[in-house]
Every structure is written in C-alpha cells, then in structure tokens.
C-alpha cells in the first residue's frame, strides 16, 4: 500500500461517522459542508484572502526593511501587524471589519428562505426533529464556518508575521489575539443572525440580501454622518457635543466593534473619549494589561453580544412562528 | 382502531377558515384520497396531520399519538411528501436520501444501502450519482418518494404527488405508490385535484370543499350518495316513433320528461324504469336500435360536488 491510499483510508476513519449520528449534527454537518462548498463563499474567502496578503504583505517589508518607520518604540510589534498600515490598503482590523459582516450576511440571507422555495423546508421539518433545529442548524453551521475562517486568518497572518519579523511572541499579544478574533466572530454573527431574520421574514432571497446590504450600507457610511450631522445641529458645547456624539454612534454595531478591536488591539490606549486636564494628572503612560484593555470596552463587549443574541432570538421566534405552507 | 384519526379539525387563518370541524378516519392499510380543488385545505389536513400547522380546535391522532402535542412520534412513522418536494442543488439523489435517513436515526452505512435499494425501486438507478439540480419533474417526485420510503414508514402522506408528472410518468407513479402500499401494509392519504387519477388506486376517496368533507366513500357509494335516488337520463333510438308511444311514454307516472329529437328520444326517468320504457316501445311497434341508461362518471360526481360546495360559498 502506498502513502496516498494509506492516507485516504486513515481519512476516511477519521472522517467516518459514528453508527447513530444526533440528527443535530447531521444538519449541522451538512449545513456545514452546503456552506463551505457554495460560490458565493469560495469568491468571499479569495477577497478576503487577497485584500488580507496584500495589506500585511506591505506592512511585512516596512518592518524588515525601515521598521523605525513604523512605530519608533512599540513594544508591540505583532498586533501592529493587525492595526497599523503603511500603504493604500487599509490595515488588516479594517479590512476585516469591513468584509467581515459581508460573509456574515452572504451565509445567512437565505438561509430560510432559499429553502422554503426550493421546497426543502417542508420536507426536512417533516423528519422526527423539532422544529427549531432548522433554525438552530442554519445558525451553529454557519458561526462554525465563521469561527473557522476568522481564526485560521488571524493565526494565518500571525504565523506570517512571526516568519518574516522572527521575534518570540508573549503570551499577552497572543490572548490579545485571540480575544479580537473571538469579537470579530461575534461581530460577524450579528450580522449573520440579521440576514437569518430577514431570511425569514422576506420570500425572495434578493428581498433579503438587498435589506441586509441596505442596513450594513447605512452603518457602514451614513450613520456616522448622520451623527456628526445631529450634533452639530444641537450642541454647541465641545464636550458636550463630544459625548452625544460617541453615545449616538454606539448604537451603531460597526462602531461599538471598531472601537472594541481598536481598544483590544492596542494597548497604549487608555481610556475611550476625552479626558480632562485633572484627570490626567499623575498617570503613568504605559500600557494596560489584557484585563484592563477588556473592562474598558467592557460595554462595547456587553452591547455586541446582546445585540448578536437578540438579533438570534428575533429569527428563533419568528421562525417558530412561521407557517409551514407557502 | 384507525390509524389516522381526526376529531372535530378546525383551522383558522385570521378571517379564513381553512377547515371546518373534519371528522376522518383512515384506517391501517388504506389508500385513502383528498379530493378538492385548490384551497379546499387538503395541504392544511395534512400540514395538522404532521404536527407542523397547530390546529384552532380538534385534534388529530396518527397512531396513538396526539399530533399536536407529540408531533416528533408521528413524524417518525410517517412520511411526507409535499406537493412541490424539493432537495439540495448541490447534493446528488443518493446523499438526499442518505441525509433524510440520518435526521431519522439510520446509522450511515445502512442509510446508503438502503438508499441504493430505494433508487432502483423508484427507477433512478443510474440518477442517483448525478446532482439533483439535473433532474426532471418526474424524477423529483420519484425521488421524492423514496424519500419518504427510506425512513420505513407506516404511513405515506402525499401532497398532490401527481402534480407536473406527464400522463405515462403518473399512471407508473400511482402504480408504484399503489404496489409499495399493498406489498408493505403502508396507510397512504394522498390529495390531489384531479378525480381521474386518484381514482385509480384509492380505496376510499374523501371530497373535501370549502374545508368541509363532503362525501365519502367509494367512487360508487359516492355515486349513490349523489344520484341514486335521483333520476336519469336514459337515451333510446327508435324507428319509427309513433305518437301513441310518445303518449304511453308521458302518461306513465314514473317518468318526469320526454324529449325527441330525430329518431332519438330523451327521458328523465328513474334508474329502473328502463326496462318498463323497452317494453313500451316494442309495444308500439318500433323498432328498438339502441336503449343507454346514462351512467354517472367521476366527473359527474366531482362537477355535482363542487357546484354544491360553490352555492354554500
């Protein structure tokens, strides 16, 4: 026996299902593997992939080459691969950010209605499983996908980056990591869970897809104008108009992600929003430890999850709701 | 007791009633027939018969289990096929049907050989590598229906299975369904629209209209139910027609109305006066070509049922 079947044989062990599967993981199995297989997916990761290399590709031979360029001091030259950018591309946290809910969106938009025209829904809820499984399956098969693609990108560009710079790693950088790609997973479940909702609310999946890319659209671009926009309108005090201002535009998912990974990601930033003169007095200007990084946004960790959690809800109950029938 | 029983069934959407107090029982074994036209509720019964549509009032009991409130004990001994089955694109007809096994507890390797058994029965032996996205119509419900085999059911519900197959394709299909139920001992309920092919393999036929199940029976219980205390129409040629014929056939009590036209006459009578009209007619000295008492078809009983149920509407 050669190696190639040898491998194929130990694959097939590996990959082999055990005699009675939960009929849960075979839905989420297979969600899984319709996901991973589909075009809209492939064509996403290659955009991600691509965008990605390109950014840290240019960042990578700004530190081999002129690294005082850079930063002068930074101590933390591996999470710098994640925020900073030397070229036209925009750093690696905004790539992601950007791109991110797009995934998000395209795996969930119609998750349910696709089905229901395809004629798949009822014969799938007429198998022995209860009904939220459907709905559960869509959501756990999609989120694997996410976590899959997040993480494997991160350690991607953080293997990458320990390559070319060949500086050992601390602990704290890599928890720092870990913790950001963890938000951004969730940040892209929001979105998922968004286009779940609208999957299920609209019969036609280009409905669907058009409302979700109308709601990114808008956070994306016009709501910061927006808030800039009311705030000038009625505040005149600096300060004031300040903290409107950053209240308003948490509401928004986009910026209560930016300013979490932003946060998270660096750990010279001390506080969020404007400090006065007093309360400066006296502070050491160093760096806050993983912990304390995380309490400051701690809201921002608190408003995500909620929102991504209620977005999920909204679509579990809606669909419970549902008529079967078209 | 009967395998599918349904008490007092009534299904509200908002202003709409679906369904309106149906009373059914199916027993273990029968083919049983829906018969309505479109929005009678048939996909509502069979929707409550699955557990997947919650009833207003009634209840609906598939093997002693309460659909409503045990719908996962029902779903496992029946199978559902809807009216417009569907199935993955990307996947071929073998790994469909291996999923539905597995969501029913088949271990995977007994899923695929049972799978492959189905698939020749069905006649996708060679389909069944090939992606769905590729099949015709009629290989849709063939699948579809080895779909609802491969969890061994004991009862089929098949949702207009007919519909969009070409006339050769459903008159194979209904046979199929016919041999698999007999052979197995599989209750089967199945709804359709058109008369003509249900007829052909049920053994009991329900006509549901406006929610309301309105005969029942066989198509010829049902055919006495509409017309038999009702008169016919019974045709007979004659030459020549003499007036005092005519005139023995109007003053006979029995018979309502009579018509001539060339050398036929026409008569409203009762079913068994026809014998009483052959004798009056040799009587008279005609001569007798041709006496048709005018049997009432499938058609008949559904336009009769139908016009009944438009007038309640």
Redesign the interface.
Known sequence: MDWTTSISVILKEVT??P???H?FR??VH?EIS?QV??WRFILLVILILLTSAGSIYTLLTVIRQHPVQLSAHSTFLYLELFTKSTSNLPPFITLIGFLGPLVGIALGFDAVNSER????L?????????RDYFINSKFVGALAVIFLLIFALGFLVLGLGILVIGLPLTLGTVMRIIVFLLFTCVYIAFWLNLGITFSITFRGASTSALSVLAIWLFFTIFYSMLVNFVVNLTISNPYAAHYLGLALSRISPNALYNELTTILLTPSIRSIGAMSFAQRVGTIPSTLPLGQSMLLVWPDITALIAATLICFGVSYMLFMRE???? | MPVIEIKGLVKE?GEITAVNHLNLEIEKGEIFGLLGPNGAGK??II?SI?G??EPTGGTVTVMGHNATSEP??V??V?????D???????STGLESLI??A???????DEARNSAKELLEIVGLKDAGTRKTKTYSKGMYQRL?LA?VLI?KPEIMVLDEPTIGIDPKGIIDFLALIRKLSKEQGITVLLSSHLLHQVQKICDRVGILVNGKLLAMGNISELSDNLFGDNETVITAKVDPITDGLIAALKSETTIKDVRMKDNVITIKAGRDTAPAISKMIIHSGGNLYRLSCQEYGLDDIYQRYFEGGDEDA
């Not at chain 1, 025209?117 to 798949?120: A, K, L, N, V, Y």
């Not at chain 2, 029946?78 to 809807?82: I, N, S």
Request: glycine share 8%; aromatic share 6%; no cysteine.
């Open positions: 082999k299902m005699e009675t599967v009929p075979v839905m297979k319709d297989r589909s025209r395809r004629g798949t009822s014969r799938i809820l007429s198998q022995p499983i209860p008529e079967i029938r078209a | 959407y996909t509502t929707l699955l997947l549509s996962i004990k779903r496992k029946t199978g559902y096929l809807p417009e089955v569907g199935f993955s694109d990307n999923y539905t597995m969501l029913n507890g088949i271990p995977e579809g779909d969890k």
